[in-house]
């Protein structure tokens, strides 16, 4: 991996993106005008787009250069995934920026913002846009970041989303269904459990039988199995009462040529006492590796990645599917780091300035190639 001169500039923005607490609609918010000035104050144009959010209080932002062909979509997310406190006061250590975000992905948005600011100053023959949501990881309800922007006319022929991937290329993505499962059972005096039916004890039951289920043993080229979740569990009220109700919710990733149709039916036909719900469907995203975008990335990649940058499944999912919807392809790709999520996320700091260079490098060859070379087949 290059380790770059001017790397001081990536990190000191990734640094200030990070100590925004944008877990939270105000953080976000906050965050999206950071970015706004941050571009006007080096003479680019935004345009901004309230109605994300569960009341269309949240702002998208998009910034475009260039005027040719084609048209690349740059796309970033501020918001993040609650922390702790001193995971909002980023710090590097043995070559790694630590902080909640630096990883998923303001370390990528960093980037993305520069590469951007380096091509208008440059200039360049291809048409970029980036685009910034403030709800990708959140569920605030409502209308998407992402959705705003497409009905807003915000669509290209390409798109790169800044998830942490380890500069690998992730081409497929698994969809997401979530359920709900109610069970009942029989109340009865909790000395004496044996005269009731535990629904508690049901759930758990039933959760078994999910993980038998055909669905749930299926592969692919990209993925050994579906992803299988359970996320919550209520039941019960009082301690001295065997629990008559219990409901519990499933994330399911299902893989791409699975039907959620079929996965929902097989749920529904368990032999026990159950109500299943469907609470949320998304559909899995994917394009194929031999797309000419796909292949000019990887070659990019290549010149600077200690190894083989391949094209990869993702087990979770992405703002691409609002954007496969309209008819462009998109893909997963982003520095390298780990632990996104959890206590200890972290980013290969050099990885960052690489990460720009891959952009603006990428975009350069597109637009000198010209449209006929880069239209997906």
């Known amino acids: 991996m290059a380790v770059l001169a001017n790397r001081t500039e990536v990190l000191g923005l990734t640094r200030r993106l990070v100590r925004y607490h944008s877990y939270t609609p105000g953080g976000a918010e906050s965050t999206i005008d950071f970015i706004n000035g941050w571009f006007e104050a080096r003479g680019l144009e935004t345009l901004r787009y309230r109605g994300a959010g569960p009341h269309g209080e949240l702002t998208s932002l998009a910034v475009r250069v260039g005027a040719g062909s084609p048209t690349i979509l740059l796309h970033g997310?501020?918001?993040v995934v609650p922390g702790d406190e001193e995971q909002f006061e980023p710090y590097e250590k043995?070559?790694?920026?630590?902080?909640?975000?630096?990883?998923?992905?303001?370390?990528?948005?960093?980037?993305m913002m520069y590469a951007v600011e380096d091509l208008h100053v440059t200039g360049c023959d291809a048409t970029v846009e980036l685009?910034?949501?403030?709800?990708?990881?959140?569920?605030?309800?409502?209308?998407?970041?992402?959705?705003?922007?497409?009905q807003n006319g915000h669509t290209g022929d390409f798109l790169i989303t800044g998830e942490p991937t380890d500069f690998h290329i992730g081409v497929q993505a698994k969809g997401v269904l979530d359920l709900r499962v109610s069970m009942r059972g029989k109340s009865a005096h909790g000395s004496s459990p044996w005269l009731g039916k535990n629904a508690v004890l049901l759930a758990y039951e039933h959760y078994k039988q999910v993980l038998e289920l055909p669905f749930s043993r299926a592969r692919s080229d990209f993925f050994p199995y579906p992803s299988i979740n359970m996320a919550r569990i209520i039941g019960g009220d009082v301690i001295n009462r065997v629990p008559d109700r219990c409901t519990y919710d499933l994330d399911i990733r299902y893989l791409p040529d699975q039907d959620p149709k079929e996965i929902t039916r097989q749920i529904q036909s368990i032999d026990l006492p159950a109500e299943v719900k469907v609470l949320f469907v998304h559909e899995p995203t994917y394009v194929s590796r031999r797309d000419p975008y796909v292949k000019a990335l990887r070659e990019v990649a290549a010149r600077h990645f200690d190894g083989n940058p391949v094209g990869v499944g993702r087990h979770g999912a992405s703002d691409i599917v609002f954007f496969q919807r309209a008819g462009v392809p998109g893909v997963e790709f982003g520095p390298v780091g780990g632990g996104h999520h959890g206590p200890k996320e972290f980013v290969v700091a050099d990885s960052l300035e690489t990460y720009r260079q891959m952009l603006v490098q990428f975009i350069r060859i597109l637009a000198a190639n010209g449209e006929a070379n880069g239209k997906s087949n």
């Open 131 to 150: 685009l910034v949501v403030p709800d990708e990881e959140t569920e605030y309800g409502g209308v998407k970041g992402a959705e705003v922007l497409v």
């Open 94 to 111: 043995d070559g790694e920026l630590s902080g909640r975000g630096v990883y998923d992905m303001k370390g990528a948005l960093a980037a």
């Open 77 to 79: 997310h501020v918001d």
